[in-house]
């Protein structure tokens, strides 16, 4: 169900960020094998070290010092919300001066642009207390 998120980001790196689906609202509950629970993105985080933290994310668990956890929701046109989960990254990659700063949009669009808007139409990304963060 996942293996088109490994497209997305062919090209090697270490990862700074990652997300993981931890709440589904759009599938239906009596067919809990098309459920997204536990995809996560993007493909590049597969054997990394940040893999780790989203599983733990994932979870419902602390991530290691030195990383950031954060809740977000999905929702289409009509306000419905249809996924939730949390990104993860690296706050020293992040930080002015790091080789990742460029990216934190990237990282907070991330979870909406790689499978919210396929998975359901969603349009718009929100992070739980970080309102200057939303994108939609």
Known sequence: MYAYLKALYPYPQPA???????????????????????????????????E?????????????????????ALYDNDGNRGLEGYSVWESVRFAEGGDCKDLFETALISPLSDLGEGVFGATEIRYTGHPEWNIG
């Open 16 to 50: 700074a960020f990652g997300w993981v689906v931890t709440r589904d609202l759009v599938s239906e509950p009596e067919e809990p094998e098309e459920s997204w629970v536990g995809a996560a993105g993007p493909g590049v985080i597969e054997d990394s070290v940040i």
């Open 52 to 72: 780790a933290q989203v599983e733990r994310a994932g979870e419902g668990k602390p991530v290691a010092a030195g990383y950031e956890k954060h809740h977000w």
